[in-house]
């Protein structure tokens, strides 16, 4: 954290000194950092005690690793399942995120598209798409769509 933002805080804390150093993804050497700071911080209503570095230049505040685990904003993932996912996680993520997955796609009340006739319509070029040849697919369909780029290959009984 900057130090000059750290002035503007409400409540002030003590400055610890450290001996460790700072470095990051650049190829700046690294830098001591003024010192160490407790900070409260408010997350989803509960104050988390977490340090914070205070440096003399001016730059993004970061918060550390052990904060983000703690905070839990990220989870580590010990292994990848290429199978659907069940019911039951499909449900916990529809719960976890009722705001997004909520309601009919629609923006409530009356909207009005208006098009400029002096812009040029663009017409976008076909992708061709090239498929291996594979037995289960010696005979198949396949579906376009005209407002994404993503297509569909699927099996269709022969005769």
């Given at each position: ?38 900070l409260k911080i408010n997350y989803?209503g509960k104050f988390y005690k ?110």
């Amino acid at each position: 954290m900057p130090y000059s933002t750290f002035l503007t805080l409400t409540y002030l804390s003590h400055i610890r000194p450290t001996s460790e150093l700072l470095s990051g993804y650049t190829d700046a050497s690294p830098a001591r950092p003024r010192g160490v700071a407790t900070l409260k911080i408010n997350y989803k209503g509960k104050f988390y005690k977490t340090d914070f570095y205070i440096v003399n230049h001016e730059t993004s505040v970061i918060v550390g690793l052990p904060t983000c685990i703690e905070l839990n904003l990220i989870k580590r993932i010990d292994y990848i399942s290429s199978g659907m996912p069940s019911n039951n996680d499909v449900s916990a993520l529809l719960t976890e995120f009722a705001d997004i997955f909520s309601g009919t796609g629609e923006f409530p009340g009356e909207h009005h598209i208006t098009i400029d006739p002096a812009v040029q319509p663009v017409i976008h070029a076909r992708v061709p798409l090239r498929l291996p040849y594979s037995p289960s697919l010696s005979s198949f369909s396949i579906k376009w769509s005209r407002t994404a780029f993503s297509s569909v290959a699927t099996n269709r009984p022969t005769g």
